[in-house]
Protein backbone atom coordinates (compact mmCIF):
# COMPACT_ATOMS: atom_id res chain seq x y z
CA UNK A 1 0.00 0.00 0.00
CA UNK A 2 1.54 3.51 -0.87
CA UNK A 3 0.78 6.82 1.01
CA UNK A 4 -2.24 9.03 0.06
CA UNK A 5 -0.37 11.61 -1.21
CA UNK A 6 -2.44 13.63 -3.75
CA UNK A 7 -5.51 15.22 -1.69
CA UNK A 8 -8.57 13.47 -2.04
CA UNK A 9 -10.70 16.46 -3.54
CA UNK A 10 -7.81 16.58 -5.94
CA UNK A 11 -8.96 13.11 -6.92
CA UNK A 12 -12.79 13.72 -7.32
CA UNK A 13 -12.38 16.63 -9.37
CA UNK A 14 -10.18 15.25 -11.17
CA UNK A 15 -12.65 12.17 -11.48
CA UNK A 16 -15.04 14.01 -12.44
CA UNK A 17 -13.49 16.13 -15.13
CA UNK A 18 -12.21 12.82 -16.87
CA UNK A 19 -16.01 10.93 -16.45
CA UNK A 20 -17.65 13.82 -18.07
CA UNK A 21 -15.68 14.42 -20.86
CA UNK A 22 -15.21 12.91 -24.00
CA UNK A 23 -12.87 14.73 -26.63
CA UNK A 24 -9.73 14.71 -24.02
CA UNK A 25 -6.60 16.27 -25.54
CA UNK A 26 -3.16 16.07 -23.26
CA UNK A 27 -0.62 17.98 -23.67
CA UNK A 28 3.46 18.27 -22.58
CA UNK A 29 6.25 20.43 -22.69
CA UNK A 30 8.14 21.47 -25.56
CA UNK A 31 11.50 19.51 -26.85
CA UNK A 32 9.42 16.48 -24.86
CA UNK A 33 12.31 14.00 -22.55
CA UNK A 34 11.34 10.58 -20.89
CA UNK A 35 9.08 12.08 -17.94
CA UNK A 36 6.74 14.45 -20.15
CA UNK A 37 6.57 11.69 -23.29
CA UNK A 38 6.12 8.65 -20.45
CA UNK A 39 3.13 10.71 -18.66
CA UNK A 40 1.22 11.81 -21.30
CA UNK A 41 1.53 8.54 -23.38
CA UNK A 42 0.43 6.50 -20.13
CA UNK A 43 -2.24 8.30 -19.90
CA UNK A 44 -3.49 7.52 -23.86
CA UNK A 45 -2.61 3.99 -22.75
CA UNK A 46 -4.80 4.21 -19.78
CA UNK A 47 -7.86 6.02 -21.73
CA UNK A 48 -7.65 3.42 -24.13
CA UNK A 49 -8.01 0.47 -21.59
CA UNK A 50 -11.48 2.42 -20.14
CA UNK A 51 -12.49 2.89 -24.00
CA UNK A 52 -11.48 6.97 -23.68
CA UNK A 53 -9.98 8.00 -27.36
CA UNK A 54 -7.64 10.52 -26.36
CA UNK A 55 -4.89 12.78 -28.75
CA UNK A 56 -1.51 13.36 -27.42
CA UNK A 57 -0.03 16.61 -28.72
CA UNK A 58 3.63 17.24 -28.50
CA UNK A 59 4.77 20.77 -29.29
CA UNK A 60 8.01 19.73 -31.50
CA UNK A 61 9.65 16.87 -32.25
CA UNK A 62 11.09 14.06 -29.93
CA UNK A 63 14.48 12.24 -30.16
CA UNK A 64 14.71 9.14 -32.31
CA UNK A 65 15.81 7.09 -29.42
CA UNK A 66 12.07 7.45 -27.92
CA UNK A 67 9.87 6.59 -30.80
CA UNK A 68 10.17 3.06 -29.67
CA UNK A 69 7.73 4.42 -26.84
CA UNK A 70 4.08 2.89 -27.28
CA UNK A 71 1.70 4.84 -28.98
CA UNK A 72 3.80 7.63 -29.96
CA UNK A 73 3.18 8.08 -33.53
CA UNK A 74 -0.38 8.16 -33.05
CA UNK A 75 0.27 11.45 -31.66
CA UNK A 76 0.73 14.96 -33.05
CA UNK A 77 3.52 16.92 -33.53
CA UNK A 78 2.17 20.76 -33.44
CA UNK A 79 4.99 22.19 -35.35
CA UNK A 80 4.17 19.60 -38.14
CA UNK A 81 0.20 19.12 -37.90
CA UNK A 82 -1.09 22.62 -36.95
CA UNK A 83 -4.37 23.11 -38.39
CA UNK A 84 -5.11 19.29 -36.99
CA UNK A 85 -4.00 20.55 -34.16
CA UNK A 86 -5.72 23.81 -33.36
CA UNK A 87 -8.92 21.75 -34.36
CA UNK A 88 -8.54 19.00 -31.53
CA UNK A 89 -7.59 21.92 -29.27
CA UNK A 90 -10.55 24.19 -29.67
CA UNK A 91 -13.41 20.93 -29.81
CA UNK A 92 -11.37 19.67 -26.34
CA UNK A 93 -13.71 19.21 -23.51
CA UNK A 94 -10.92 18.54 -21.52
CA UNK A 95 -7.32 19.45 -22.12
CA UNK A 96 -4.48 17.22 -19.74
CA UNK A 97 -1.34 19.05 -19.04
CA UNK A 98 1.54 16.84 -17.53
CA UNK A 99 5.01 17.56 -16.76
CA UNK A 100 5.01 21.49 -17.18
CA UNK A 101 3.30 24.36 -15.12
CA UNK A 102 3.30 27.35 -17.33
CA UNK A 103 1.88 27.83 -20.53
CA UNK A 104 4.73 29.29 -22.32
CA UNK A 105 6.91 26.08 -21.83
CA UNK A 106 4.51 24.38 -24.78
CA UNK A 107 5.84 27.14 -27.14
CA UNK A 108 3.76 27.80 -30.24
CA UNK A 109 0.61 26.08 -28.75
CA UNK A 110 0.44 28.45 -26.56
CA UNK A 111 -2.18 30.90 -27.06
CA UNK A 112 -4.53 28.12 -28.92
CA UNK A 113 -4.47 26.17 -25.45
CA UNK A 114 -4.67 29.48 -23.58
CA UNK A 115 -7.67 30.68 -25.19
CA UNK A 116 -9.12 26.53 -25.87
CA UNK A 117 -12.79 26.71 -24.02
CA UNK A 118 -12.08 23.18 -22.68
CA UNK A 119 -11.26 22.80 -18.97
CA UNK A 120 -8.33 22.03 -17.90
CA UNK A 121 -6.39 19.48 -15.89
CA UNK A 122 -2.38 19.97 -14.33
CA UNK A 123 -0.37 17.20 -13.37
CA UNK A 124 2.69 18.41 -12.76
CA UNK A 125 5.65 18.32 -10.20
CA UNK A 126 7.47 21.57 -10.81
CA UNK A 127 7.87 24.50 -8.02
CA UNK A 128 5.18 26.97 -7.83
CA UNK A 129 2.49 26.75 -10.75
CA UNK A 130 1.50 29.68 -12.38
CA UNK A 131 -2.66 30.52 -11.46
CA UNK A 132 -5.73 30.69 -13.04
CA UNK A 133 -4.93 28.81 -15.86
CA UNK A 134 -5.69 25.10 -14.74
CA UNK A 135 -9.21 24.44 -13.54
CA UNK A 136 -7.98 21.23 -11.47
CA UNK A 137 -4.28 20.98 -10.46
CA UNK A 138 -2.13 18.06 -9.08
CA UNK A 139 0.88 19.71 -8.52
CA UNK A 140 3.44 17.66 -5.86
CA UNK A 141 6.76 18.99 -6.32
CA UNK A 142 8.13 16.19 -4.20
CA UNK A 143 6.95 13.48 -6.11
CA UNK A 144 10.15 12.68 -8.39
CA UNK A 145 8.45 12.25 -11.98
CA UNK A 146 5.13 13.37 -13.70
CA UNK A 147 4.57 10.06 -14.34
CA UNK A 148 4.97 8.61 -11.02
CA UNK A 149 2.00 10.97 -10.43
CA UNK A 150 0.06 9.59 -13.15
CA UNK A 151 0.20 6.18 -11.48
CA UNK A 152 -0.80 7.77 -7.96
CA UNK A 153 -3.77 9.38 -10.12
CA UNK A 154 -5.50 6.28 -11.67
CA UNK A 155 -4.74 4.24 -9.15
CA UNK A 156 -6.61 6.90 -6.43
CA UNK A 157 -9.19 7.11 -9.35
CA UNK A 158 -9.96 3.14 -8.66
CA UNK A 159 -8.32 2.24 -11.74
CA UNK A 160 -5.19 0.03 -11.05
CA UNK A 161 -6.76 -2.39 -12.82
CA UNK A 162 -6.82 -0.69 -16.10
CA UNK A 163 -3.16 0.15 -16.02
CA UNK A 164 -2.15 -2.36 -19.47
CA UNK A 165 1.22 -3.47 -19.74
CA UNK A 166 1.82 -0.40 -22.48
CA UNK A 167 0.54 2.45 -20.01
CA UNK A 168 2.78 0.77 -17.00
CA UNK A 169 6.56 1.02 -19.83
CA UNK A 170 5.57 4.60 -20.16
CA UNK A 171 4.90 5.51 -16.39
CA UNK A 172 8.37 3.23 -15.59
CA UNK A 173 10.36 5.29 -18.39
CA UNK A 174 9.14 8.08 -16.73
CA UNK A 175 10.40 7.65 -13.73
CA UNK A 176 13.39 6.03 -14.61
CA UNK A 177 14.50 9.21 -16.81
CA UNK A 178 13.25 11.70 -14.30
CA UNK A 179 15.17 10.41 -11.87
CA UNK A 180 18.95 10.17 -13.45
CA UNK A 181 18.48 6.52 -13.55
CA UNK A 182 17.43 6.21 -10.32
CA UNK A 183 21.05 8.19 -9.45
CA UNK A 184 18.85 11.27 -7.64
CA UNK A 185 15.37 12.45 -6.15
CA UNK A 186 15.05 8.17 -6.03
CA UNK A 187 15.01 7.68 -1.77
CA UNK A 188 11.34 7.41 -1.66
CA UNK A 189 10.59 3.87 -0.63
CA UNK A 190 7.50 4.02 -2.62
CA UNK A 191 9.28 4.56 -5.90
CA UNK A 192 10.42 0.86 -5.22
CA UNK A 193 6.63 -0.69 -4.61
CA UNK A 194 5.26 1.26 -7.55
CA UNK A 195 8.26 -0.11 -9.77
CA UNK A 196 7.40 -3.61 -8.71
CA UNK A 197 3.83 -3.08 -9.26
CA UNK A 198 4.79 -1.91 -12.74
CA UNK A 199 6.74 -5.48 -12.86
CA UNK A 200 4.04 -7.40 -12.23
CA UNK A 201 1.99 -5.45 -15.20
CA UNK A 202 4.30 -7.24 -17.52
CA UNK A 203 7.49 -4.32 -18.14
CA UNK A 204 10.56 -5.83 -18.88
CA UNK A 205 13.09 -2.86 -16.98
CA UNK A 206 15.91 -4.04 -18.74
CA UNK A 207 14.63 -3.98 -22.22
CA UNK A 208 13.45 -0.48 -21.33
CA UNK A 209 16.59 0.86 -20.53
CA UNK A 210 18.76 -0.49 -23.00
CA UNK A 211 16.38 1.43 -25.65
CA UNK A 212 16.82 4.57 -23.74
CA UNK A 213 20.42 4.51 -23.10
CA UNK A 214 21.79 2.37 -25.60
CA UNK A 215 20.45 2.94 -28.64
CA UNK A 216 22.47 6.75 -29.51
CA UNK A 217 24.04 7.33 -32.87
CA UNK A 218 28.06 6.84 -33.23
CA UNK A 219 27.82 10.97 -34.03
CA UNK A 220 26.48 11.81 -30.88
CA UNK A 221 28.72 9.49 -28.56
CA UNK A 222 31.45 11.48 -30.47
CA UNK A 223 30.26 14.57 -30.45
CA UNK A 224 30.34 14.14 -26.70
CA UNK A 225 33.92 12.81 -26.94
CA UNK A 226 34.80 15.83 -28.48
CA UNK A 227 33.15 18.30 -26.23
CA UNK A 228 34.61 16.17 -23.01
CA UNK A 229 38.29 16.85 -23.97
CA UNK A 230 37.99 19.91 -25.98
CA UNK A 231 34.85 22.24 -24.48
CA UNK A 232 34.64 21.72 -20.97
CA UNK A 233 36.02 24.49 -18.84
CA UNK A 234 36.15 23.83 -15.41
CA UNK A 235 36.02 26.53 -12.32
CA UNK A 236 37.48 24.68 -9.35
CA UNK A 237 36.97 28.01 -7.20
CA UNK A 238 33.28 27.52 -8.27
CA UNK A 239 32.87 23.81 -8.28
CA UNK A 240 31.60 24.32 -11.47
CA UNK A 241 31.91 22.96 -15.28
CA UNK A 242 30.43 24.72 -18.01
CA UNK A 243 30.38 22.74 -22.15
CA UNK A 244 29.40 25.35 -24.87
CA UNK A 245 28.04 23.71 -27.98
CA UNK A 246 27.72 25.80 -31.32
CA UNK A 247 25.64 25.22 -34.21
CA UNK A 248 29.41 25.15 -36.31
CA UNK A 249 29.73 21.74 -33.89
CA UNK A 250 26.09 20.88 -34.76
CA UNK A 251 26.86 20.50 -38.21
CA UNK A 252 30.06 19.06 -38.10
CA UNK A 253 28.51 16.15 -35.94
CA UNK A 254 25.34 15.67 -38.32
CA UNK A 255 23.59 16.97 -34.74
CA UNK A 256 19.68 15.30 -34.00
CA UNK A 257 17.10 16.20 -32.23
CA UNK A 258 18.10 14.43 -28.32
CA UNK A 259 21.46 14.42 -29.45
CA UNK A 260 22.78 16.67 -26.45
CA UNK A 261 20.50 14.85 -23.67
CA UNK A 262 22.27 14.23 -20.97
CA UNK A 263 25.79 15.82 -21.70
CA UNK A 264 25.25 18.39 -19.04
CA UNK A 265 24.95 15.88 -16.12
CA UNK A 266 28.45 14.38 -17.37
CA UNK A 267 30.60 17.00 -15.62
CA UNK A 268 28.99 16.35 -12.25
CA UNK A 269 30.59 12.36 -12.44
CA UNK A 270 34.09 14.41 -11.76
CA UNK A 271 34.66 14.49 -8.19
CA UNK A 272 34.16 18.22 -6.67
CA UNK A 273 31.99 19.32 -9.52
CA UNK A 274 28.34 20.33 -7.70
CA UNK A 275 27.25 23.13 -10.43
CA UNK A 276 27.39 22.37 -14.55
CA UNK A 277 25.93 24.44 -16.90
CA UNK A 278 25.50 23.28 -21.00
CA UNK A 279 24.59 26.04 -23.53
CA UNK A 280 23.37 25.04 -26.58
CA UNK A 281 23.31 27.31 -29.99
CA UNK A 282 19.64 27.15 -31.16
CA UNK A 283 19.05 30.10 -34.17
CA UNK A 284 19.55 33.14 -32.22
CA UNK A 285 19.18 32.14 -28.81
CA UNK A 286 21.09 29.55 -26.24
CA UNK A 287 19.10 27.13 -25.11
CA UNK A 288 20.73 27.08 -21.57
CA UNK A 289 20.70 23.38 -19.26
CA UNK A 290 21.97 23.91 -16.04
CA UNK A 291 22.42 20.91 -13.34
CA UNK A 292 23.32 20.56 -9.75
CA UNK A 293 24.17 18.13 -6.62
CA UNK A 294 22.80 18.56 -3.34
CA UNK A 295 21.09 21.92 -2.38
CA UNK A 296 22.35 24.47 -4.71
CA UNK A 297 19.37 25.76 -6.70
CA UNK A 298 20.11 25.65 -10.42
CA UNK A 299 16.48 26.84 -10.76
CA UNK A 300 17.29 29.90 -9.32
CA UNK A 301 19.91 30.64 -11.37
CA UNK A 302 17.65 30.61 -14.27
CA UNK A 303 14.80 32.63 -13.02
CA UNK A 304 17.08 35.07 -12.60
CA UNK A 305 19.38 34.90 -15.37
CA UNK A 306 18.06 33.29 -17.91
CA UNK A 307 14.40 33.69 -18.22
CA UNK A 308 13.20 29.88 -16.95
CA UNK A 309 12.93 28.17 -14.43
CA UNK A 310 12.66 24.45 -12.67
CA UNK A 311 13.56 21.99 -10.39
CA UNK A 312 16.51 23.00 -7.63
CA UNK A 313 19.01 20.36 -9.27
CA UNK A 314 17.78 20.71 -13.02
CA UNK A 315 16.46 23.24 -14.72
CA UNK A 316 16.43 24.94 -18.12
CA UNK A 317 15.87 28.53 -19.73
CA UNK A 318 17.66 30.88 -22.80
CA UNK A 319 19.39 33.52 -23.39
CA UNK A 320 19.20 35.92 -25.95
CA UNK A 321 22.67 37.09 -25.90
CA UNK A 322 25.59 36.19 -28.13
CA UNK A 323 27.00 32.86 -27.29
CA UNK A 324 29.92 34.70 -26.44
CA UNK A 325 28.23 37.22 -24.49
CA UNK A 326 26.17 34.51 -22.78
CA UNK A 327 29.45 32.80 -21.59
CA UNK A 328 30.94 36.08 -20.05
CA UNK A 329 27.73 36.81 -18.45
CA UNK A 330 27.76 33.02 -16.71
CA UNK A 331 31.24 33.61 -15.23
CA UNK A 332 29.57 37.05 -13.77
CA UNK A 333 27.29 34.65 -12.47
CA UNK A 334 29.69 32.18 -10.55
CA UNK A 335 31.42 34.63 -7.56
CA UNK A 336 27.54 35.81 -6.22
CA UNK A 337 27.41 32.04 -5.53
CA UNK A 338 30.48 31.14 -4.45
CA UNK A 339 29.71 30.89 -1.30
CA UNK A 340 26.76 28.27 -1.78
CA UNK A 341 28.65 26.19 -4.18
CA UNK A 342 31.39 25.84 -1.70
CA UNK A 343 29.31 24.79 1.16
P1 LIG B 1 16.60 20.55 -19.66
O1 LIG B 1 17.90 21.09 -19.20
O2 LIG B 1 16.60 19.05 -19.69
O3 LIG B 1 16.11 21.18 -20.93
O4 LIG B 1 15.54 20.97 -18.59
C1 LIG B 1 15.66 20.56 -17.27
C2 LIG B 1 14.46 21.00 -16.49
O5 LIG B 1 14.45 22.42 -16.46
C3 LIG B 1 13.12 20.62 -17.10
O6 LIG B 1 12.63 19.44 -16.56
C4 LIG B 1 12.25 21.77 -16.72
O7 LIG B 1 11.80 21.56 -15.41
C5 LIG B 1 13.17 22.94 -16.64
N1 LIG B 1 13.21 23.82 -17.83
C6 LIG B 1 13.90 23.65 -18.97
N2 LIG B 1 13.76 24.68 -19.79
C7 LIG B 1 12.95 25.55 -19.16
C8 LIG B 1 12.42 26.84 -19.49
O8 LIG B 1 12.67 27.41 -20.55
N3 LIG B 1 11.59 27.42 -18.56
C9 LIG B 1 11.31 26.82 -17.37
N4 LIG B 1 10.51 27.46 -16.51
N5 LIG B 1 11.79 25.63 -17.04
C10 LIG B 1 12.60 24.99 -17.90
MN1 LIG C 1 9.28 15.67 -15.22
Request: charged share 25%; aromatic share 12%.
Amino acid sequence: MISKIIAEDKIVKAKDLIYNAEKIVILTHASPDGDAIGSSLALYHFFFSIDKETTVIFPDGYPAYFSWFPGINKSLIYNEQKEQADALLHDAELIICTDFNEPKRIGAMTNAFVNAPAKKLLIDHHPNPIDGIWDVSISYPEIASASEIVFRLICRMGYAADINKLCAECIYTGMLTDTGRFSFNSNNTEIYIIIGELIRKGINKDDIYDKIYNTYSENRMRLMGYLLANKMRIFPEYKTALIILTEEEQEQFDFQIGDAEGFVNLPLSIKGIVFSAFFKQNNNKIKISLRSKGSFPANKICEKYFNGGGHLNAAGGESSFSLNETEILFEKILPEYKELLNK
